[in-house]
């Protein structure tokens, strides 16, 4: 009777540990262990107090798919932003340049801390399981973007995916640039479109990019395309571009045609009714 409940008891014990992705206790020890079972380090990037963050940490828990198939293939662990993160947690994301603004991401490297592949989340098996995936495989890396653009692939997907990895390294020049590309690439009746929205919305930093022309010209357009909280905020990321231009330390020093382009833009976005404060 004993021996039965024993194995009871491991049986349903086996399945929790089974159902749910094990991370380790350090960065250091993940690495090491990386490095010992030659397999890929996967870092949960996240926010305690995000409410995406904590769906993706219930998956991670429970899901038993994707506890199988990052247990199996690679060393995880999880990386908290909520408040300061620890020293060797910093450094390491400094030396691999790379600068998130929103949680939760997906973070793939080899042992040898050599960045692979990034992803935004979805919270969904199915997702998460192809991230690992594309981690695993050469041709689907984050960190292949830069030599299909540098072979001549100029598709959307490419030059959208592209410009999420040069925004996250913070290469805002080649960013402009393949923003730009971007734009042109795109099919023009699709500007009007989500599609069109969300471009502007994740991988757009500058005036001069196409997609911020399209909407600052067509602003009556540029709506409900967010739901929920977010709601109305659409043009918002319209003045978060302007204002950053803004904040140039040579703005006095610009000349009178691009101070009135500013002025119109402060004006169409309603950022205030007197737009000379900024040139004063």
């Not at 594309?134 to 890396?141: L, M, N």
């Not at 913070?170 to 690439?185: G, I, N």
Request: with cysteine; net charge neutral.
């Amino acid at each position: 009777m004993k021996r039965a409940l024993f194995c009871i008891v491991f049986l349903v014990l086996s399945g929790t540990i089974s159902a749910q992705v094990v991370f380790e206790s350090s960065l250091q020890e993940a690495f090491i262990k990386a490095k010992e079972q030659n397999k890929i380090v996967f870092i949960e990037y996240y926010n305690s107090d995000c409410p995406v963050c904590k769906r993706l940490g219930d998956l991670l828990k429970n899901d038993s798919l994707v506890a199988a198939y990052y247990n199996k293939n690679f060393i995880s662990y999880a990386m908290d932003t909520n408040g300061a993160l620890a020293e060797d947690e910093e450094t390491f994301l400094n030396q691999a340049n790379l600068h998130f603004t929103s949680v939760p991401v997906l973070l793939y490297f080899d042992a040898k801390k050599n960045f692979l592949h990034h992803s935004g989340v979805n919270v969904d098996t199915d997702h998460i399981i192809n991230e690992g995936k594309k981690a695993k495989h050469p041709d689907y890396r984050t960190s292949s973007l830069k030599a299909k653009y540098d072979k001549g692939d100029r598709t959307v997907r490419t030059l959208y995916a592209y410009c999420d990895f040069l925004l996250i390294h913070k290469d805002e020049t080649m960013l402009k640039k393949v923003s730009q590309e971007l734009f042109e690439s795109f099919k023009k009746e699709e500007l009007p479109t989500k599609k069109s929205y969300i471009v502007l919305k994740q991988v757009i930093i500058s005036t001069d990019n196409g997609f911020f022309q399209y909407w600052i010209n067509n602003l009556d357009n540029l709506k409900d395309f967010e739901t929920g909280y977010k709601a109305g905020t659409e043009k918002s990321y319209l003045e978060k571009i302007v204002l950053k231009e803004l904040n140039d330390p040579t703005i006095k020093k610009w000349d009178t045609a691009k101070k009135e382009k500013y002025k119109e833009y402060i004006l169409k976005l309603k950022i205030t009714d007197n737009p000379e404060v900024y040139f004063e």
